[in-house]
């Protein structure tokens, strides 16, 4: 593999004049982490392993995590090695880096063509796309088909046995290759496939405690697009190797689904357009099938499952991406088959060719409108791993912000405190400050709009432990407890926002939005009084309707 290199707008050997607003911006950031320059340089020394939350480990109240960057990225990409895709790895990877993109997962679909031929094609692809691009970060990937229920991303580290293992994964666990996906409504083996599904996130955990490959990580995707995920099965997925199952698409992408006057009068953000069938899990209510603001309502339901897995007190992460296969008002189209030829014989579609109008698609280009921003001390590929599954994550829509920095420590304590995806130890009583650094948007999106955040939500949830009912998907004591309105603030700035700790261990989480469209959440306004909405069927402008949410910060209170 070329030798990595730092991003433009953190390698001191730039001129900041050479840097775009945003890359000015997101330099700054990183200097007032204090991790420009040397202090950033490539990660290869950088490991693998979560660095020890200081609360957790230590025993000690308080708590100290390091400064971190975020580095921008996208885990859910296809290509022409996916059999419903268009783009070759090449145009994927330029317009990852025209939009800001530092990281990108490839992440093509399962099947007998991509398990016998593609997945050994594309990691040639991959080894050349790292080499012309050394300023990103590119993994391969897999889309999972999960026995008895939707997707999942599936993805390793850079090293001799990666493409290996997503091979040997692909053709003894998913549910597409096995046939699990034939058995019809009754599907009399749910249990057998559900069983098998935690079998093989448990085969994924030992490839990577035995050193086979260095990291492995797996998200579930657009969970609640058919409704199939059930509660306990995300649980089961979740408690197999909770350090490889890490978390879900908070948002899906096919953002562009519902662009009015594109696809159809009945078109949802995300292709969120289906009703509960015969295989979906038949708990979930029919308005779980749509999005709130561009975001699963598993993720935008303040009080909902999101919130019912954060309540255990174990970190669930969320994300977004673009799930990149059509992009919206593209010109490209599939090639022609050469004779004889089919994915299934070759595993890879014909390269694209351009018609000079617009073809059907429902995605943005990686990075154009969806952003995962994970947190990091160092750069490099593990760098990236070990931030995702310490939970430092937080995600926006149309580029609505340029920084976010969250910090809750406790008053009596001086130290930096704890941050996403963190626990700090305190005692019932503890006077605590949740401090959100908010850098906002420094030039217009993809779209031509300069983003305006008006307002800042935090959310705050009990801690109760484990559920007794595994399919519980609500949290009663989760709500909305502060809004911030921060209409026409410019710049960097820092809200102080002050905490009690009570009886109870809890969480805090945030979220925000251009205030453009919201209205009572769907457990009700005493609990979420201006939260996302459904859109309109057909009449879904994503740059009109963005919103950011970040991952929790725990806090564990000694005695609860």
């Given at each position: ?23 000015v ?8 982490a ?10 290869s020394?950088?490991?693998s ?5 200081a ?17 921008v ?15 070759t790895f ?12 530092d990281w990108?997962v490839?992440?093509e ?25 050394p ?6 990937g ?13 993805f ?16 003894a ?22 069983a ?24 579930a ?35 562009g ?6 696809r ?10 289906n009703?509960?069938s015969?295989q ?18 598993a ?20 994300t ?9 008002f ?12 089919t994915?299934d014989n070759t ?19 990686p ?26 994550v ?7 912000l ?17 941050t ?11 006077r ?11 030039r ?6 300069l ?5 800042v939500?935090?959310i ?15 949290a ?9 309105d ?16 009570g ?11 251009d ?11 005493s ?34």
């Amino acid at each position: 593999m070329t030798e990595q290199q730092l991003p433009v707008w953190a390698d001191p050997s730039v001129s900041p004049d050479a840097l775009d607003p945003q890359g000015v911006s997101r330099r700054g950031l990183l200097r007032r982490a204090g991790l420009f320059g040397a202090a950033f340089a490539l990660g290869s020394a950088a490991t693998s392993r979560t660095p020890a939350l200081a609360a957790g480990d230590s025993g000690r109240l308080g708590g100290e995590d390091p400064r971190l960057a975020y580095l921008v990225g996208d885990h859910h990409i296809h290509s022409v090695y996916s059999h419903d895709a268009k783009y070759t790895f090449s145009q994927l990877a330029a317009k990852g880096a025209e939009y800001g993109l530092d990281w990108m997962v490839f992440t093509e679909h399962s099947n007998f063509g991509h398990a016998d031929f593609g997945a050994a094609m594309e990691h040639g692809e991959i080894l050349k796309a790292r080499a012309q691009n050394p300023r990103q970060l590119i993994f391969q990937g897999l889309e999972w088909y999960i026995p008895a229920a939707e997707h999942c991303t599936v993805f390793t580290a850079p090293g001799p046995h990666e493409v290996d293992v997503l091979t040997r994964f692909e053709s003894a666990y998913d549910g597409k290759l096995l046939a699990y996906d034939k058995g019809g409504p009754a599907d009399a083996d749910t249990a057998r496939n559900e069983a098998h599904a935690v079998k093989a996130v448990k085969w994924l955990a030992q490839q990577r405690r035995s050193g086979y490959v260095d990291d492995v990580l797996v998200l579930a995707n657009h969970p609640m697009r058919l409704g199939i995920d059930s509660p306990h099965e995300m649980r089961a997925w979740r408690d197999a190797a909770p350090e490889i199952m890490i978390g879900m698409e908070g948002a899906p992408g096919a953002q562009g689904a519902a662009i009015p006057g594109w696809r159809g009068a009945t078109s949802i953000r995300g292709e969120y357009e289906n009703k509960p069938s015969a295989q979906s899990w038949p708990g979930y209510p029919a308005d779980a099938y749509l999005t709130y603001g561009g975001f699963d309502w598993a993720t935008a339901t303040v009080g909902g499952l999101w919130d019912s897995m954060l309540a255990e007190g174990r970190l669930f992460s969320v994300t977004t991406n673009s799930d990149a296969h059509r992009i919206v008002f593209d010109t490209w189209k599939n090639g022609d088959w050469r004779p004889g030829q089919t994915f299934d014989n070759t595993g890879k579609l014909p390269d694209p060719v351009n018609t000079d109008s617009p073809q059907p698609g429902s995605d943005f280009w990686p990075g154009q409108f969806s952003r995962t921003h994970v947190g990091v001390t160092r750069y490099g590929y593990r760098a990236v791993m070990s931030g995702m599954r310490a939970g430092r994550v937080w995600l926006d829509h149309g580029h609505l912000l340029d920084g976010l920095d969250v910090r809750l420590t406790r008053d009596r304590d001086r130290g930096r405190g704890v941050t996403l995806g963190g626990r700090l130890r305190v005692r019932k009583g503890d006077r605590l400050t949740l401090n959100v650094t908010v850098t906002t948007a420094s030039r217009p999106n993809p779209q031509g709009i300069l983003p305006e955040l008006a307002h800042v939500d935090v959310i705050r949830g009990a801690v109760r432990g484990p559920v007794a009912d595994r399919d519980d998907w609500k949290a009663p004591d989760t709500r909305v407890v502060r809004t911030e309105d921060v209409s026409g603030r410019k710049g960097t700035y820092t809200l102080r926002v002050p905490l009690t700790a009570g009886e109870e261990s809890f969480y805090v989480r945030l979220r925000g939005s251009d205030g453009n469209r919201h209205g009572a959440g769907y457990l009700g306004a005493s609990v979420d009084p201006h939260g996302p909405v459904p859109h309109a069927p057909g009449d879904g402008d994503p740059w009109a309707d963005t919103w950011f949410y970040s991952n929790p910060v725990f806090v564990d209170v000694e005695g609860s």
